[in-house]
Structures are given as C-alpha cells and as structure tokens.
C-alpha cells in the first residue's frame, strides 16, 4: 500500500505537468499569434491520445480552425476519431461528402450546433446532399434554414468582410432554392427569386445566365436575349459565359430570325475561336511544370496581360471565388509564421517546421489543382457550345430548305422592335433612366421583337 | 494350245477399245465458239403483263430531321461547384 501510494505520487507531478505543459504550449503560441504551429500541435497531440478532448481543447480547437482554416484537420480526417468541435464535424461532414459517403456526412453535419459560425455552411451541404438524393422537400427546409442562418451570423459581425461572406452565403442558399424549381420546372419561383438577389451581389453577375435560361423555357425570347446581351456592358467585361451568346442564337432561331442567329453564331467563332486556341496552349505549357497553375495565379494583372489579354480575364474570375480568396490568405499566413519559427535560434517542437511544410504544400497542391480545372472546363465549355452552335446553324439551314420545297418564306416585311412585343408584369414598366447611373438598368432589359415565323407564299 | 488361243481372243477383245480410245483422244480438237449472237425479239415469254408498261416513282414524304438544340435541363453542376468553393 505505501509502495502505490508512493509510486502515486512520484508519477502524478510529471502527468499533472505534463498536461499542464502541452496546455502551456498551446496557450504561449496562441499568444504569440503562431496559430498553425499550436493546431499542429495539438492535433498531433490528440492523434496520439497524449491529451483528452476536454473543454479548454475544443475551445482553443475552435479559435485556431476559424483562424487558420479547416486544413488544419486534415491528418484527422481519415482515420476514424472524433474531435467533439463543431468545425470538425463540418469538416468531416465535408470530407464525407467529397467521398460521395452522403449518409456519413449527413450525420455528422447534423452535430453543427445552430448557433455555430458553420452552421448555415453545413445546412446547404445538407441540402445539396438531399438535392443529390431527390429529396426536394427536405433540400428548400434546409436551404431556408441556410438563408435564416446566415442573416443572424452577419447580424452578429461586425467585419465587413464577414458580414459580406455571410451575404453572400445567404444570397446562395437562396440561388439553390431557384436552381431546384428550375429543376422542377417551378419557373415562375425560380425567376422570382433570381430577380430577388440584389444586383449588388457578388453572386449577382452569374445568375443573369440561370434567369436567361428560366425566361428561355417560359417561353420569353425576348427578356432572354435581354438578359444575355447584358454581359456585353464595359462593367461586366471580366464576367464571360460563351453559353450567353448559345442561348442568344437559340432565341433568335426560336423567334425565326434566322439571320440574326447566324451573325450571333459568326461572331462567336470570331472572338472565341483564337483565344480558346491560345489558352489551350498556354495550358499545355503549364501543366508540364510542377505547380505552374499554380504560378499563373498569383502573377500581378500586367504579368498576366503580358502573356494573354484573355488568360488576364480567365484568372481574375477565378481569383473572385471565396475558396481561392481564402486560401491564398492562410497560405500567406503560414508563410509568415514559417519565416517567424526560422528567426527561432532553437525552435522547441522539432516536428512542426515539416508538418507546416506539409501544409503548405497541400494548399499550392489544391489551389493548383483547381486553377487548373477551372481551365481546362473552361475550355471544353467553349468546344461544346461551338458544337451546340453548329447544330443550330444546321437546323437553320434545314428548315430554309423545307420552306424552299413548300414554296414558301418566312414574312419578314415588318419593323423590328416594338415595346408592343415586350412581356412585362404589373410591376415592371418602361424606364427612361435620364440623370442616373445607367449601370441601374443592367439585368432588366429585354428586346422587343415579333416573332418571324409565319409563313407566306412565295 | 487352245487354252492360249482362248486367252488371246479374250485379251484382243478388252484392249482393242482402250488402244483405240487413246487414238481418239489424241485426235479430239475442241474448237470454242468465237461469237454467238441472241435475238432477243425471237424469245417469246409466256404469261401475262399484270403491271404497266411505263416506269414508275412512287411518292413519299420529304423526311425532315429535328436536331436536339441546346437545352439546359438544371444547374446541379453549379450548386455542387458552390459548394466546393465554399472552403
């Protein structure tokens, strides 16, 4: 009995410190702002269950993952133990996700308290996965519980640039509310909400194509080419969708303005078909060498415009995304916090340095590997929709053909263009905008064409 | 004696026509036809015409294609690029 009593209290002081050590640690590096190095560490603490999940774990868990990312629970990932902190159930949920485990990650995205700074973040992965499975019901609750979550947590920052990333989370729960009654063919919601988003929004400039396409399919060819024109304005110059001018081609042919349709589709072999070329190119060149997407986007505006006009534009659109944004400013981070531990003339956790390198290399990995999707989809977007066109030039050429067999043409002896032909609702009317920013009328115009279809006789 | 002579006549009657066989393929000369002629107006055809004389086309629909133009079905790439993007 002495000898355990004794043999007791030999071992308690060196567990007792040793906990409160690894808590030193964390505390002294959290103080001094090295927030990758005190994550590191106590992931690799709690890998090799040195320390318990206990509150003051989780708490400091919670305040280096909304500082230095979620990567920096990625050696955890795989394996099967559980941290108990919200953000790491988000990221396990989207890592389930990522592996098309959506059962998995519902589970676990269902333990993302309501009042976490995650939780509007996992309610949409929630909804996409019930979107995935057919479950429309169950993806707009959860999407509109996005949409609530989202205003309380900008409500409650008072950073601009969290109050404008929650907005823009708010403003894209409510766009995959539209895009699922656009899928179920609920036109008249999906419009509604589309014309809802301030144009203001960051999201904004790429709904124009969705609310073209839903304007398409309700038959208003007019508010569709309206709609698709509006990326040709000098302010929207960097936003370009080559499926706009499909979709203008196709509202011409629908409205038989068949010519109109041929020098949409004339046009954009023009201006693509060279560009699609050069970037091919500068695509082929780049993936030869380690990381070189990677390089592209982070060269400055001119370097970039000195290499390609067009490959200037390609990398500021995909700069704009929050992912890339965001990455870039944790890899910058960690860079300072490397040059910070290098000044150290003994730095005092020998793994960290690697684990941090490590790190590092996973961010430039993944920002490479998405530049050059980004690219490379780019791309064959373009080879599509020069299919697409193509197709419709044919089908052009093939109804010509049968009005010639029937000895008839088309009537074409009208004017073009009459506010008489535009489609408009009670709370939509003809604007002069004399004295204001003529930028205001960007998204709200629409042509006012007459349909060319009746035929007559030769 | 008149076994042998019995032999003899026996033997002269078989061979004699294979001798002579041999002598007649020798002199076979087979000589082809350089040209043959057929009057088609000669033959008679029996039978009796059931459908008219003149050539016929008969008429069928002009068969138009229709092409599947471009149409946009959803936009679930989008949403799941959303929520790629979002960390």
Redesign the interface.
Known sequence: MKLIISFVLILFPIIANAKVGQDLIVRKLMKKKMYYSAGLYLIDELRNKRIAQDDRVLKNLETISHKV??EIYTPMLRGKDIINAPSFYYAKG?FY??NKSLNLALEMLAKVPSKHGLAA?AS??SA?IH??KDDSGKALMLLDECHKLAQEQKGQHKTEKVKRFYQL?SD?CR??KA?IF??DRRLEEARAIYEAIDKRSYIWP?LLI?NA?TNYHMGDYNRTLGLAITYKSPLLVDYFYPEAE??MA?SY?RLCLWEDSNIVIENFYKHYKKKAANITQIINQTKKKENGFYELVTLSKSELAAIDPFLQKLIIQIRK???FN?DLHYLKNLKKEQERIKRFKKWPLPKIPAQLEELRNNYIAELNFLTQAYMVSFINKINS?SF?LF??K??II?RKK?LL?EKQKLISDRSRGNLDNVNRRADQYFWQFHGEFWADELGDYSFGLQSNCEKTKE | MLNCLKLTIILTVFLTPLSTKAKENKNVVYKYKKYESIDLGDMQIKGEIVAPGDLTVKERD?R???????N?????Q???M??????
């Open positions: 990312g979620l989207l996700f990522q973040e949409i992965v996409q979107d995935q989370l894209k766009v995959h895009r656009y899928n790429h969705e396409w499909a979709l196709l042919f995304k929050i992912k965001l929709i697409e197709n419709i044919l089908e093939s049968d067999y | 002009r138009s294609f229709s092409r599947d133009l471009l946009r079905i959803d936009f679930k989008e949403s799941l959303d929520i790629i993007e979002l960390r």
